[in-house]
C-alpha cells in the first residue's frame, strides 16, 4: 500500500512564529486532505488539495502532485493551533480508502 | 460538508462485554467509514460501511470483532466484539460527499476497557 510520511513528527513553536509542515507520499493520489486533530479529538478539515495551492486565513497549503510531497504552512501561529496535524491520502483506485501519515503534534505555547 | 454525531461520547467497558456505536449524518452520502485511533497513533480503518450489503473490511480487520450495519444513507453502527483492553481507542465514523472526495468525521468515541 501507499507509504505517508509526515515531518517534523513534534514542534514546539513561540506564539507569533510561522512554521512549514510537510507530508511525502509514495505514489500517485486522487485525494490529499490536511486535518487538525483538536485536544478533544475532533478532526477537523483544513484543506481537499490533491494539487495546487490554496489559502485559509493564516493557513495555506501547497501540494506538488508530480513530486508527490504536499506542504503546509501556518503563519503566526496562536496557542489554538496546537493539536495534532495529519496528511491523509486517497491512492488511485483505492476506492476511497484514506491512508493517514503518523501525523505532525504541535505545541504553540504563549 | 456534514454534520456528523455519534454516540456514545466515551465509555468504560469491562473486558469480555460488547459496545455498539452509532453514527448519524444529517445527509444522504454514498461513502460511510469507520477508523480506530489508539492512544498516541494515527487513524487506521476498519472498514467501510456499505449501504444493504456487508462491510469491505481492512486486513487486519474482521466481522466477528466488529460487526458493522448500514440500513441506511445516514446511519451505521460499529460493534467493538469480546473487548479487551487493546481495544482501548477512539473510534470515529466518517463520510465521504457525494460528487466529492472529501471526507468528513464525527466527533469520536473514546473507549476504555478494563
Known amino acids: 500500500g501507499i507509504q505517508v510520511e509526515q515531518s517534523p513528527p513534534d514542534l514546539i513553536l513561540q506564539e507569533g512564529a510561522n512554521s512549514t509542515l510537510r507530508c511525502n507520499f509514495s505514489d500517485s493520489v486522487n485525494n490529499l486532505q490536511w486535518f487538525h486533530q483538536n485536544p478533544w479529538g475532533q478532526l477537523i478539515n483544513l484543506f481537499y488539495i490533491p494539487s495546487g495551492t490554496k489559502q485559509n486565513g493564516r493557513l495555506s497549503a501547497t501540494t506538488v502532485a508530480t513530486e508527490r510531497y504536499s506542504l503546509l504552512y501556518i503563519s503566526s501561529s496562536q496557542t489554538t493551533d496546537s493539536g495534532v496535524y495529519f496528511c491523509?491520502?486517497?491512492?488511485?483506485?483505492?476506492?476511497?480508502?484514506?491512508?493517514f501519515g503518523g501525523g505532525t503534534r504541535l505545541m504553540v505555547k504563549p | 460538508s456534514a454534520v456528523i454525531s455519534q454516540k456514545p461520547s466515551r465509555d468504560i467497558c469491562q473486558r469480555g462485554t460488547s459496545l455498539t456505536i452509532q453514527c448519524q449524518v444529517d445527509s444522504q452520502v454514498t461513502m460511510m467509514f469507520w477508523y480506530r485511533q489508539q492512544p498516541g497513533q494515527s487513524l487506521t480503518l476498519i472498514a467501510t460501511a456499505n449501504q444493504g450489503s456487508e462491510a469491505t473490511y481492512e486486513s487486519g480487520f474482521v466481522i466477528d470483532k466488529f460487526p458493522i450495519s448500514r440500513p441506511n444513507l445516514t446511519f451505521s453502527t460499529l460493534t467493538v466484539s469480546n473487548m479487551s483492553p487493546e481495544d482501548s481507542s477512539i473510534y470515529l465514523c466518517s463520510v465521504e460527499l457525494a460528487f466529492s472526495y472529501e471526507q468528513y468525521f464525527g466527533p469520536g468515541t473514546r473507549l476504555t476497557v478494563t
Open positions: 491523509a491520502v486517497e491512492q488511485n483506485n483505492a476506492g476511497n480508502m484514506l491512508t
